[in-house]
């Protein structure tokens, strides 16, 4: 018995079916609902917090051109009821949509081509997996994309129930699902289009005047949704429509969507030195395959459903093709999220298309094209997993960003090289970007709000002396500084966080602040250095592998030539194993420019990997940075320290 028959019919596909689905799409995203509120979530609840739900309704005033009222209902809902914004929850309906998507999939095809349908729900699977949807599904601020897809779908769905039952509740149901589609995203008021192609393409199509005449009522929805859309004011960019080379652009952007299983194979033809740009190597590497097996298909006899498939993702791509700039276009992968029903299933029609005569031959035509589809749908995966790594360093980012700030008690917080979004060394498509945004430069003190609720002023800078070569590409937050216009600058702030990309996860951690000027030799301390700078006190903690070690530094007298700070961890028997050398702050504040009077709080971290346990000395001290002997040191009596390193802890490290 071939394939086609065992998944023909069958009520084990009413509950197999879908719950393979929803564990393949759960399992792809299961990162999803442990992310914070980040990119757009950010002007998005900003905008939302100040507005009642007839506001809401009333357009999107101060925010933005679109007029999406269903996804600000939504949240204004569940503020209401949860009295925040809970990551998990909002998180969790973009995953849930998503994976019901991903049934409806399925569902519609089923009903469009009775005789496969259990074949077409690698289709589903496609979708869920579909690389491009890596933007759409984590992100809360892209809810607008699932829900109208979920709309869309849901409204077809339901008319193929009343067309076969004829039970009119099937019938309203479809109607206000395409009545409410519009207000979830623009593009539900081609719902009556997408209904059109799929009657005209299904094994037992309509006629193009049958189909006219059985969805003039969702005719009638979309004209009340556009109506609406322009009555409603709304911010508009300038229109892009006739700039030609953005058309162009974005044409092969959505080709390169549409062909996402050859499309990095254009990275080759790049690196192979032809001459051709990113664009021009997507052309010539898409449009021969696309040709190709596009006939071969109808070849095969899945001309329909080639129709449905490419039919759906023009229409759907149209509007963002037509009216964006490219470089809008290529910053959202997430407006590919409803065509990419149509790019499923361009690439699943194998599965769909008739047996051959010969059993065996078509149990092997049957398994190759499962495992051809299955491969298709482990490459999005894999890139889907690779993007999860990306979301993983952002989750910790911003963990570390709010307990940071959170450790200073007062405001304003400087935030040093806190990066704006994170992108692959090595990118696998020509045309876009695939990255992960975090935030703008001016939003990290929304960034803050959005996730606890709490006010605060966050200001970001980037120094790049202390910017470090990672596993992703970042931008940091903020203008950019020297060594010199920095010093001036920590003096206006309560407190500051640094982070840091060192290791193999980035980190954030406060380093410190100005704590006080002008104020007279303070009693009693620690050490004296040179005669010119006091270490007033001095605190260790270790917790887990890391020594948080603070130090309060006094500067009595300017130093007469640049000094920097060292504090080194050495063994019983005088070895140095560890050490932490640099200006105070992490590298930040340099001595030499302290103004006498200020005391100055300088948080160190010691990670204490691949040190035995014993007991260790920690010391600290001052050396010029140009070389020459330490700066003196002397404690409360005026007596030298030995090796003019001050002993601050002895530690009994397990």
């Known amino acids: 018995m071939g394939l086609s028959k065992i998944t023909q019919g069958g009520k084990w596909q009413t509950f197999l079916i879908p719950l393979l689905l929803i564990l393949i799409g759960g399992w792809a995203y299961r990162f999803s609902h442990q992310l914070p509120l980040f990119f757009d979530d950010i002007p998005h609840f900003v905008w939302l917090y100040g507005q009642d739900f007839i506001q809401i309704l009333g357009g999107p005033e101060g925010l933005s051109r679109y007029y999406r009222p269903l996804p600000f209902l939504i949240w204004k809902i569940l503020w209401s009821l949860q009295g925040t914004f ?3 929850t909002l998180h969790t309906i973009n995953l849930a949509l998503h994976l019901l998507n991903g049934v409806l999939v399925w569902i519609i095809l089923y009903r469009h081509t009775p005789s496969r ?156 030195g032809w001459g051709l740009d990113d664009l021009q190597s997507i052309l010539l590497v898409s449009l021969p395959v696309a040709l190709i097996w596009g006939l071969l298909l109808w070849r095969a006899g899945g001309g329909r459903l080639l129709l449905l498939a490419v039919g759906w993702f023009a229409l759907t791509a149209a509007p963002a093709w037509m009216m964006l700039g490219f470089e809008y276009v290529i910053d959202g992968p997430r407006l590919l999220y409803l065509p990419s029903v149509g790019a499923a299933l361009f690439w699943a029609i194998p599965l769909a298309l008739p047996s051959w005569n010969s059993r065996r031959l078509s149990f092997l035509k049957d398994a190759l094209t499962i495992f051809l589809t299955l491969l298709i749908g ?13 979301y993983e360093q952002l989750r910790q980012f911003v963990a570390a960003f709010v307990r940071s700030v959170r450790s200073i008690p007062t405001d304003p917080v400087l935030c040093v090289n806190c990066p704006l979004f994170l992108a692959p060394i090595h990118p696998t498509f020509a045309v876009g970007h695939e990255g992960v945004p975090i935030c703008s430069s001016d939003q990290l003190d929304d960034l803050f709000w959005v996730n606890t609720g709490q006010m605060r002023r966050v200001e970001g800078l980037v120094f790049p002396d202390l910017q470090q070569h990672w596993k992703y590409h970042y931008g940091g937050a903020g203008p950019v ?89 050495v063994s019983a028997s005088g070895e140095l194993v560890a050490q932490r050398d640099g200006y105070p702050l992490m590298g930040l504040s340099r001595p030499a420019l302290w103004v006498p009077g200020d005391i100055w709080r300088d948080i160190r971290y010691l990670w204490r990997s691949g040190i035995p346990g014993d007991t260790y000395t920690l010391k600290v001290g001052l050396y010029p940075v140009n070389g020459g002997p330490r700066l003196k040191a002397f404690d409360p009596f005026g007596a030298p320290i030995p090796d003019d390193a001050f002993p601050l802890a002895i530690l009994a490290l397990p």
């Open 378 to 390: 482990l490459s999005g995966g894999l890139f889907v997993r690779e993007r999860a790594a990306m």
């Open 117 to 272: 349908g259990g074949l077409l729900s690698a289709a589903g699977v496609l979708f869920l997996l579909y690389p491009f949807s890596y933007q759409a599904v984590p992100s809360v601020s892209s809810l607008t994309h699932p829900l109208v897809t979920s709309m869309i779908l849901g409204s077809l769905c339901l008319y193929t129930v009343w067309e076969r039952h004829r039970w009119r509740a099937f019938l309203i149901s479809s109607l206000a699902l395409a009545l409410l589609a519009p207000f979830a995203h623009e593009t539900g008021i081609l719902l009556p289009l997408l209904l059109i192609l799929f009657l005209v393409t299904r094994e037992e199509p309509l006629q193009w005047k049958t189909a006219l005449r059985s969805t003039r009522f969702y005719w009638l929805c979309a004209l009340v949704g556009l109506g609406v859309w322009l009555i409603v004011p709304k911010n508009f960019a300038p229109s892009q429509v006739w700039n030609l080379e953005a058309r162009y652009q974005n044409g092969v952007y959505f080709l390169q969507g549409l062909m996402y299983p050859v499309a990095p194979l254009a990275r080759s033809v790049l690196a192979a």
């Open 86 to 88: 809970h990551p998990p």
């Open 481 to 569: 500084n020297t060594s010199d216009s920095m010093q001036a600058i920590l003096r206006e702030y309560a407190g500051v966080i640094l982070t840091n990309y060192g290791g193999e996860d980035l980190t954030v951690y406060p380093v410190g602040m100005l704590e006080a000027q002008g104020m007279p030799p303070q009693t009693p301390f620690l050490a004296e250095f040179g005669g010119r700078i006091r270490l007033l006190s001095a605190s260790v903690d270790v917790e887990g592998t890391t020594m948080v070690v603070t130090l309060r530094w006094q500067s009595l007298e300017p130093l007469e030539e640049e000094a920097t700070v060292f504090l080194h961890l």
